[in-house]
């Protein structure tokens, strides 16, 4: 800890960014190198940390140094604040260690008066500037310090324009502004009851004050939030010498990038504005001029300011935001800091300051956001539409979707079969619906979270979803949907951004997802780094082969049950969950072996010489049968059809199906014996906790025949593709173990099968049998659980739900929603791995099952492998690999390259320590 507060900006340097704040700490550098900047010195961070500390009230002797410093500025410069002869002017601006645009305060011309107006006023020969920057101070000394309403200096200077009859404020003379400042003590007498302080250093002792309270503002507070920036770090505050860009037509300020924001081209990039301080250009008073044409306006300070840029970017080694001014011709550079960019600009900078040599391609991955890249995965909105939103919900799959509004999933399917644009709008979303989610261009939702069924689903396909927008009342009776005043109906059509959550009215325009050659260069260099493998979460041919494309390095899931659901298979499904026979139930079974087998053929030659780890069915059986209620409405409804027919309805079922038998009723007759059946079955299957029902190897050692139908279909699917010249590598994966018992038993199924089916074949075909880590109890018995797994996939979805015993689909939207605001909890740990619980079962399964099978290979496939804090945690432990749905592949590839990057940096540090 520092034993003072006060720097002078000749004491600082870049790395001093904790102590001095960004800005501070960006000006003492430039100084450093030789670039002009204004004089001055910072108050530390610390220092408001304390001034924070104590309730607001400053520490022992920060008053004293701050007057101290300011005496030797005044020494420097030969000017002292508030004289008549050689007036010193300063700023006093706020300076966070991350930057945070525009949330705090800042106040200018610090140090006029009604004596060194005049001085001002003399020095410059241009009494108008002299009365500018008086009315300026007055009016942000007010707002900032004073607390007077913005408005009502704003409505004062706007009534003076009115009775000048001008339109810009550099239409006013030095005699309206000299009226206006006394108009604006005025005002601020009014507001605050009491005269404006005229000891500018009693100004300067408020305004750092005000500077320091700014960091508390609700706005920064906002901000810090949403940027996950702690909010114990204060902010530094800078006083620096005032130069001025309003002195007339040889004085300027403007802003500059030193590439193109948007795009990364190397470019000239800025804007600037002729007679002007700095908060013009941003406040959009005027409209400031292209950078360019400063060339001819100011040729000399362009061509320094050219050099200049040139300069810091190289010093900086990244593409700089810079703030100028142009004092009378004199060029003084008042910022540089790293340049926010879009995803696209990111990859072109960092390939092309590669390319000239700048930085190394380490240092470039080090900077990439891997999160940021999702920008760039699917079709986005183009950025110049213009238009306001409709209503917003959660921004829960990336990218945009324009189509017409369907209400229900089967017109959705068929509708967007048929090759129509259509955007699927549910209250919520669930499996059966999936045929309306594939068809659609996007999902938007009424109700639930980042991670209920249709966000997951969306984002597992790369299709825009926004989910849980709570202003949507979607009456499906009437087929429309309110969102406030506004109607919208089925032929209406919308455009979601998934990246945002914002929903609008209209068909905007869309830019295609770009996996350009900057994109495909740095996830070369991220290859190259990285450790742990990548692999993708994909159920079709077309999704496999779309991982492929995108870089992944096997299948870590295929999710079987997503097969069943399809509309061809369901019937079949449902006939051998309804079988009352043996027999019947391995007719049915049957019917589904080549289904199953043709999608693992898909999959196994779209994967040809990659693994594929292929899990055995998962879902509780009543997932694929008709919803409780529903089925209940139906028999009622059928039984009162009947009902008129004479049938025996209140005796049991059986004297009902004697009835029938007999040849009691019709058509409808039988329909209802078939809904009773249906309903008798869905009623014996339903659970009151089905997430920790009958499901995963428990229902597979229940019901033996549908994984043996599976793994035969696995082993004809795999003969079939190698017959073809594919090489198949068959994983075979069990879900929800949690006693090594059931690994045995299934291990004994699946073995048997696959002796049977590759019992005539020439040569052997290699498979694996692995399982799924995703209770508690397997993480902690994993050792024993290793014996029967030559592999491990930690499912932390599961694991997760498990471990805090929350489930998933009950918590978001409700009181995990509540938590994460309230700040109970810091992130949603369904989207970031609990480091600390679910995390630390991942570290001791992976252990436990090591120690029992030396080199065990083991990955995560819960959603969590896509998260790039997450990813760097599973790194760390040393998985060999994650799994996420095919669009986040590359998005892994890069977070797993940092992590890299971040570990080999961390054992540099702790090494030189
Ligand atoms: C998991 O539990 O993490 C997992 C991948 O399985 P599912 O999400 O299908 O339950
Ligand atoms: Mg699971």
């Known amino acids: ?88 002017l300063v700023s006093v601006r706020s300076g966070a260690v991350f930057s945070m645009p525009g949330m705090m305060d800042t106040i200018l011309n610090l140090g006029i008066s009604d004596d060194s107006v005049e001085g001002l006023a003399a020095e410059s020969g241009n009494a108008r500037f002299a009365w500018d920057s008086y009315r300026r101070f007055v009016q942000m000394y007010g707002e900032v310090v004073e607390g007077v309403p913005a408005h009502a200096f704003a409505d004062e200077l706007d009534a003076l324009k009115a009775r000048r009859g001008v339109a810009q404020d550099t239409d006013l003379d030095a005699d309206d502004l000299r009226g206006l400042v006394a108009t604006f003590r005025a005002v601020a007498r009014q507001h605050t009851g009491e005269d404006l302080p005229t000891d500018p250093r009693e100004q300067l002792r408020r305004s750092v004050d005000a500077v320091f309270a ?53 470019e000239l990039y800025g804007e600037f504005l002729v007679d002007a301080q700095g908060e013009d250009v941003v406040a959009g008073i005027r409209t400031p001029r292209p950078l360019a044409e400063m060339e001819t306006v100011l040729p000399d300070a362009f061509r320094e300011l050219r050099a200049t840029m040139d300069r810091l970017e190289q010093h900086y080694g990244d593409m700089q935001d810079i703030e100028f001014t142009v004092d009378d011709g004199a060029l003084y550079l008042l910022q540089t800091r790293t340049g926010k960019r879009t995803a696209q600009a990111a990859l072109r900078v960092a ?72 955007v699927l709008v549910r209250w919520e979303t669930n499996p059966d619906d999936i045929a309306g989610v594939i068809a659609a261009q996007g999902v938007l939702t009424a109700h639930g979270g980042m991670t ?141 072996l080549p289904m199953q087998q043709a999608d693992f053929e898909e999959i196994f030659a779209a994967m040809s010489g990659l693994p594929v780890t292929i899990r055995l069915l998962d879902p509780p059986l009543h997932e694929f049968l008709p919803d409780l209620v529903e089925q209940s409405l139906l028999v009622q409804r059928l039984e009162d059809e009947v009902g008129d027919a004479g049938a025996p309805l209140h005796g049991t079922d059986a004297v009902f199906e004697g009835w029938a038998a007999a040849g009691g009723g019709g058509e ?27 499901r995963g190897v428990r229902l597979a050692l229940l019901h033996p025949q549908i994984a043996a139908m599976q793994v ?64 508690p109890r397997a993480a902690l018995v994993a050792d024993r659980i290793a014996e029967h797994a030559e592999f491990f996939s930690f499912g932390t979805n599961d694991l997760t739900q498990t471990t805090l015993g929350i489930s998933r689909d009950d918590a978001e939207g409700s009181f995990l929603t509540a938590y994460l605001e309230a700040g109970v909890v810091g992130t949603n740990p369904f989207a970031t791995i609990d480091r600390d619980g679910v995390g630390e079962l991942v570290h001791v399964g992976l252990e436990r099952g090591r120690r029992a099978r030396p080199g065990l290979h083991a990955g995560v496939c819960g959603e969590h492998g896509g998260d790039p804090a997450s990813v760097a945690l599973f790194d760390e432990i040393g998985l060999d690999y994650v799994s996420c749905s095919p669009y986040r592949v590359p998005i892994a590839r890069l977070a797993a390259a940092r992590s890299t990057l971040d570990r080999r940096d961390g054992a540099r540090t702790t090494r030189e320590a």
């Open 1 to 88: 800890m520092s034993d003072r507060y006060v720097y002078d900006l000749a004491e600082g340097r870049a790395d001093m960014r904790a102590l001095l704040g960004g800005k501070g700490a960006g000006v003492a550098e430039m100084r450093r190198i030789g670039v002009p900047v204004p004089d001055g010195f910072t108050v530390t961070t610390a220092a408001c940390v304390a001034a924070m500390e104590r309730g607001g009230s400053w520490p022992d002797g920060l008053w004293d140094e701050v007057v101290a410093h300011l005496d030797a500025l005044e020494e420097r410069t030969g000017r002292r604040l508030g004289a008549r002869e050689r007036p010193l």
């Open 214 to 266: 700014s960091w508390g503002n609700p706005r920064a507070a906002v901000y810090r939030k949403a940027n996950d920036i702690p909010d114990d770090l204060g902010t530094a505050v800078n006083v620096m010498q005032m130069v001025f860009g309003n002195k007339g037509a040889t004085s300027a300020t403007g802003v500059c990038f030193t590439r193109n924001p948007a795009t990364g081209a190397k």
């Open 351 to 422: 390939r092309e300051l590669v390319d000239e040599g700048v930085i190394d391609r380490d240092t470039a991955l080090r900077r990439l956001d891997p999160a940021q890249l999702d920008q760039l995965l699917h079709p986005a909105l183009d950025p110049g539409h213009g238009a306001t939103p409709l209503t917003r919900g959660l921004n829960a799959s990336p990218g945009a979707a324009v189509g017409r509004v369907v209400l229900d999933a089967e017109t959705a399917a068929e509708r967007g079969k048929a090759g129509e644009a259509v």
């Open 452 to 592: 209920s069924h249709a966000a997951v689903v969306a984002r597992g396909m790369g299709k825009p979803c926004v989910a849980g927008a709570g202003a949507l009342r979607i009456d499906v009776e009437g087929r429309r949907v309110h969102v406030g005043d506004h109607v919208l109906t089925e032929d209406d059509t919308i455009t979601l951004d998934g990246t945002t959550g914002d929903v609008y009215a209209g068909a905007l325009p869309l830019v295609p997802p770009q996996v350009t050659d900057d994109f495909r260069a740095v996830l070369g260099w991220a290859d190259d780094v990285r450790r742990l493998g990548v692999r993708a979460n994909a159920d079709t041919g077309e999704d496999a082969a779309k991982a492929r494309e995108l870089g992944a390095e096997g299948i870590g899931l295929c999710r079987t049950e997503h097969m069943f659901m399809a509309p061809d298979r369901l019937p079949v499904v449902r006939e051998m969950i309804l079988a009352e026979t043996d027999a019947a139930r391995t007719a049915a079974l049957d019917r589904l």
């Open 668 to 694: 409808t007759t039988a329909r209802l014996g078939r809904a009773r059946r249906l309903l008798a079955q869905v009623r014996r299957l339903s659970e009151a906790n089905p997430m920790l029902g009958t």
């Open 712 to 775: 035969r279909a696995i082993a004809r699917a795999a003969l079939a593709v190698r017959a073809a010249g594919h090489d198949p590598r068959v994983e075979i994966m069990v879900p929800l173990v949690g006693f090594s018992e059931e690994l045995r038993r299934m291990r004994e199924v699946v073995d048997a099968t696959m002796a049977e089916e590759l019992g005539g074949v020439d040569a052997p075909l290699p498979y694996a049998v692995g399982t799924m880590i995703e209770l």
